[in-house]
Nanobody
């Protein structure tokens, strides 16, 4: 069983910052593209940011310039730095691991989610 574990959520005021962390197994990390998704109440899960095995990043338009995704391959960790948070960023944030077992096929693994609430 592959365990993906998020941490770092919480309550923050509008304009504040949070950093989410995600740990994935070392046996698959370097062969995995990593991503953060979020799901607000009553809404579908949506992509927030991804980082490829080579470090290329992609962001949802609404978080560009405010959020930053990074990975530390030596620690098997991926991070999401969230700045200038808005109430509409409130959601459960999920870490996703796409483990490529060949050039074009992968297995998907998800964490349990961490709550981020932006409110005054």
């Amino acid at each position: 069983q592959v365990q993906v574990v998020e941490s770092g959520g919480g309550l923050v005021q509008p304009g504040g910052s949070l950093r989410l962390s995600c740990a994935a197994p070392g046996s698959i990390f370097s062969a995995s593209a990593m991503g953060w998704y979020r799901q607000a109440p009553g809404k579908q899960r949506e992509l927030v940011a991804t980082i490829s095995r080579s470090g290329s990043v992609h962001y949802q338009d609404s978080v560009k310039g405010r959020f930053s995704i990074s990975r530390d391959n030596s620690k098997n960790m991926v991070y999401l730095q969230m700045n200038s948070l808005k109430p509409e960023d409130t959601a459960v944030y999920y870490c996703n691991t796409k483990h490529y077992y060949d050039a074009s096929h992968f297995d998907d693994y998800w964490g349990q989610g961490t709550q981020v609430t932006v409110s005054s």
